[in-house]
């Protein structure tokens, strides 16, 4: 080691080597920690920026609308998510009354999409499903919504959508699609005012068997 340098501290390599040159150039660096958000070779500031824009991100509503206040939009956001999980639990488990819940009185059910009439008021769509869903064994997913909180007591959402139906003897329906809804709250609490379902692909055993939901 040259004179003057035992125990001295050591700069950084980067520091050390001149002129940043190569495949870890300045430029090539930048390109790697912001072409990457920060999660390849992103440490320090970049890691750091990009978990506060995760967390802001993650904090807010779908979409918020003028004249709603950011607070209610955010509640009526996480309200209707849980509307939603119970009416896919409620259909798979053929809990009606725990649907019925879900619903306005008047609720305008569209399953067209899938082979189905468009029924209006809550009765007559749960009666349809008792009808051609009791037999089978159901299993609905949803995911990815899109919600926007229109005002205080209304909204509208898109929900991506995968479905299993099992008919007794085994014949099968696997379908995607989106639901489409609207939604309304009343005293506190909000339900599905009208849902139109919308089919990307199905694999169908004939459309007189499908049903849709």
Do not use: C
């Not at 040159?21 to 992103?42: D, E, F, M, N, T």
């Not at 990307?200 to 849709?212: A, K, R, T």
Request: zero cysteines.
């Amino acid at each position: 080691m040259p004179n003057g340098t035992a125990g001295r501290p050591q700069a950084p390599l980067s520091h050390r080597a001149g002129p940043a040159r190569g495949w870890w150039s300045a430029p090539k660096r930048r390109r790697l920690l912001l072409g990457a958000g920060g999660l390849v070779l992103g440490g320090g500031a970049a890691s750091a920026l990009w978990a506060h824009n995760a967390t802001s991100a993650s904090a807010e509503p779908e979409a918020p609308s003028e004249g709603v206040e950011p607070a209610v939009a955010v509640a009526a956001v996480a309200e209707i998510k849980q509307v939603k999980a119970r009416y896919f639990r409620a259909v798979d488990t053929k809990d009606w009354e725990l649907l019925k819940a879900q619903l306005t009185d008047d609720v305008v059910v569209d399953t067209t999409g899938s082979g189905g009439p468009v029924l209006v008021g809550s009765d007559a769509f749960i009666a349809f499903l008792q009808l051609t869903l009791s037999p089978a064994v159901t299993v609905h997913h949803g995911h990815s919504p899109e919600i926007e909180v229109t005002s205080p007591t209304t909204a509208t959402g898109v929900w991506a959508m995968q479905d299993l139906l099992i008919f007794p003897g085994d014949p099968r329906v696997l379908g995607f699609g989106h639901y489409h809804e609207t939604y309304e709250s009343e005293d506190g609490r909000w339900r599905i005012a009208e849902l139109k379902l919308t089919r990307v692909h199905m694999d169908p055993i004939g459309q007189q068997q499908l049903f849709g939901m």
